[in-house]
C-alpha cells in the first residue's frame, strides 16, 4: 500500500495511549490540544472533551480526538502526514510527562484544592475574575 497516494488511510492510524480512564483522556487531549497552538502554531477549536478541530488560519486540516485510549485524527486536508509526525513528536517528548502531572493532580487533588483555598493570591484572581464578570453583565445597562 503506498501512503502517500492513498491519503485516506491515515483515517484508520491510531496510537494506543494506555490511559485508564476518561479523565485521563480528557487531560491528554486538552494537553495535546494546547500543545498544537502554542508549540505549533495553529489554531484549535475543541468541540468535545476528547477531540478538537485544527486549523492552520485558512483552513481546518484535520480532527484530532481520542476514543479508548486511542489517539486518532480524521484528514480534512491535503497533506495528513505533517499532522501524524507532529502527534508523534507530541507523543516522543510529552507523553510520559503529560501522564505523570495527570496522575500527580489525581492523587493531590485534595491538598491542591486545599492549596488553592488557603493562597491568597488565588482569592485575589477569583475575585478580581467575579468583579469582571459582574461589571460585564451590567455593561448593557
Not at 8 to 13: C, L, R
Not at 39 to 68: Q, R, V
Not at 79 to 101: C, G, Q, R, W
Amino acid at each position: 500500500m503506498n501512503l502517500v497516494d492513498d491519503g485516506s488511510s491515515v483515517d484508520g492510524f491510531g496510537i494506543d495511549l494506555k490511559l485508564n480512564s476518561i479523565e485521563a483522556e480528557e487531560f491528554y487531549c486538552e494537553a495535546l490540544r494546547l500543545w498544537f497552538e502554542d508549540s505549533k502554531g495553529y489554531h484549535t477549536l475543541s468541540t468535545t472533551n476528547l477531540e478538537f478541530m485544527l486549523n492552520d488560519g485558512f483552513n481546518d486540516i484535520s480532527i484530532i480526538y481520542i476514543e479508548d485510549s486511542i489517539l486518532r485524527m480524521k484528514s480534512m486536508g491535503e497533506d495528513p502526514y505533517e499532522t501524524i509526525i507532529s502527534m508523534l513528536e507530541f507523543i516522543a517528548s510529552n507523553h510520559k510527562k503529560t501522564i505523570e502531572v495527570f496522575n500527580y493532580l489525581e492523587e493531590n487533588e485534595q491538598e491542591v484544592l486545599s492549596w488553592a483555598a488557603s493562597n491568597p493570591a488565588v482569592d485575589e484572581a477569583e475575585k478580581d475574575s467575579e468583579i469582571e464578570s459582574e461589571e460585564d453583565s451590567d455593561g448593557w445597562i
